[in-house]
């Protein structure tokens, strides 16, 4: 819950210390000038949780029908790994953790949120497949401020082809999927 309880510290001088702390950081460089990479390597629990992951999450893009959530999940596969990675430099810079070795908690920290990403795309394909939008519907909808009244609704609908009426039975269908009524007369896409 929020809490209208004050911090017992000066947040921007905390984040401002974090963020100092990593762009501090040294970074070797060759004859060129270029920066050399370091390699932070996992921890032996850290890479089996990491694989273990994997290996479900491809366990279920092999069973998965919807190749675009398929790439999707590839993607996440790479991702988590720059997760982990960020994940254990912050922690680094709060003083919470080293910065030499990935661990468990840093792993385990990534893979929520690969999994809230996950999560999160298939609920939008769940919501595209459903609203199996046309490509009037589709350019509407994109032409469509966050924010919008009736009229102007009506007048991007009447842009793109679309009868009055048409655009207001769409607009009533797709309440609570595609938009939000935020008082008369007054929508928000969501």
Known sequence: RWS?????????????RILSRLME?????DQNNDIMPV???FSDEAMSRLFEWQHKLSDICDCEPNE???GIYCKLQIYAIRFCLIIQMARWACNDA????????SVERAISLAEYFKESAVKVQTILKELSLTAQQLAIVSALPQEFETGGGIAVAMENGMAERTFMEFLKNNLGKLFQKSSHGKYIKL
Do not use: H, N, R, Y
């Open 4 to 16: 209208m309880k004050q911090p017992t510290f000066d947040v921007a001088a905390e984040w401002q």
């Open 68 to 70: 675009t959530l398929v």
């Open 98 to 105: 080293g910065k030499d070795m990935i661990d468990l908690i």
């Open 25 to 29: 950081l040294e970074c070797a460089v």
């Open 39 to 41: 390699s932070i390597p």
